[in-house]
């Protein structure tokens, strides 16, 4: 069954840090990466990684967070930092495999707030 598992969204507040992890299982999965959609928004990239290690950051992430992957494990994680309120959002992780397409996760909240 191929599926992505996402965990470690929740409340932290102004500048603090969180780190989100996505497990992903059933196929060899070549990009993998998150995006995030605020009520009222369009869902947008937050950044991406290729099974090689080249990353894309949205700029307004750019210095603050970090994504990686252990190929191992099929995870994909996004560690972010002197997080803002402007970054409260359902977190979405997303990865790509040539036979199954690009497939989504459940979403995971992440509210900065004081």
């Known amino acids: 069954q191929v599926q992505l598992v996402e965990s470690g969204g929740g409340l932290v507040q102004p500048g603090g840090s969180l780190r989100l992890s996505c497990a992903a299982s059933?196929?060899?999965?070549?990009?993998m990466g998150w995006y995030r959609q605020a009520p009222g928004n369009v869902r947008e990239l937050v950044a991406t990684?290729?099974?090689?290690?080249?990353?894309n950051y949205a700029d307004s992430v750019k210095g603050r967070f970090t994504i990686s992957r252990d190929n191992a494990k099929n995870t994909v994680y996004l560690q972010m930092n002197s997080l803002k309120p402007e970054d409260t959002s359902v977190y979405y992780c997303?990865?790509?495999?040539?036979?199954?397409?690009?497939?989504w996760g459940q979403g995971t909240q992440v509210t900065v707030s004081s």
């Open positions: 997303d990865a790509y495999s040539y036979s199954n397409g690009q497939l």
């Open positions: 059933g196929s060899i999965f070549t990009s």
């Open positions: 990684i290729s099974r090689g290690g080249s990353t």
